[in-house]
């Protein structure tokens, strides 16, 4: 293990460098990091979700979330199509990728051994309160876009 992985500035870093690495690879888009804050409970109320369990030496979950509007342009330069052409389920599979693609960086980058992510869980919907019950902090990464916000939840 490495000696500061407990680190909320550690995990912060590798949370920002895994978000900017996979947004400039996979869709082709830069996120302004607007800042973090610390949250006794994960609790996630946006329009679009991801969400990956994190086991094995650290435990936790790692959860994103955005509007329909910036999660569509990112999914749209993911896949290759406007938009307009995508359907819900192209939604559906793109907010779970888009989390599992931030946490296996994050995982990478953080260097923890011995963690696995579990498959990802995706919410799309304007009504819904998703809340996971921890004892830990969640860091909120707040990443900004001119369509909106992402947000990145992180309980370890």
């Given amino acids: 293990m490495i000696e500061n992985d ?12 895994s978000v900017g690495e996979i947004m ?9 990091f607007a800042g973090m804050e610390k949250r006794l409970n994960f609790s996630l109320s946006d329009e679009a979700v991801g969400l990956v369990r994190l086991s094995g030496d650290r435990n936790g979950m790692l959860g994103i979330s955005t509007n329909q509007v910036l999660l569509r342009i ?10 307009e052409e995508l359907e819900r389920e192209d939604l559906i ?11 296996g960086s994050f995982k990478t980058k953080a260097r923890i051994p011995n963690m696995t992510l579990s498959p990802p869980v995706a919410i799309l919907g304007k009504e819904y309160v998703a809340e996971w019950k921890t004892s ?3 860091m909120v990464l707040t990443f900004q876009a ?3 916000v992402l947000q990145v939840y992180a309980s370890l």
Wanted: aromatic share 0%; hydrophobic share 40%.
């Fill in 6 to 17: 407990t680190d909320p500035e550690h995990i912060a870093g590798n949370i920002r460098n």
């Fill in 93 to 103: 599979d793109g907010i779970a990728e888009l989390a599992n693609m931030i946490g």
């Fill in 136 to 138: 830990k902090p969640t």
């Fill in 24 to 32: 400039a690879t996979m869709a082709m888009s830069e996120l302004v």
């Fill in 146 to 148: 001119e369509e909106g």
């Fill in 74 to 83: 990112i999914v749209s330069r993911i896949i290759g199509l406007t938009p």
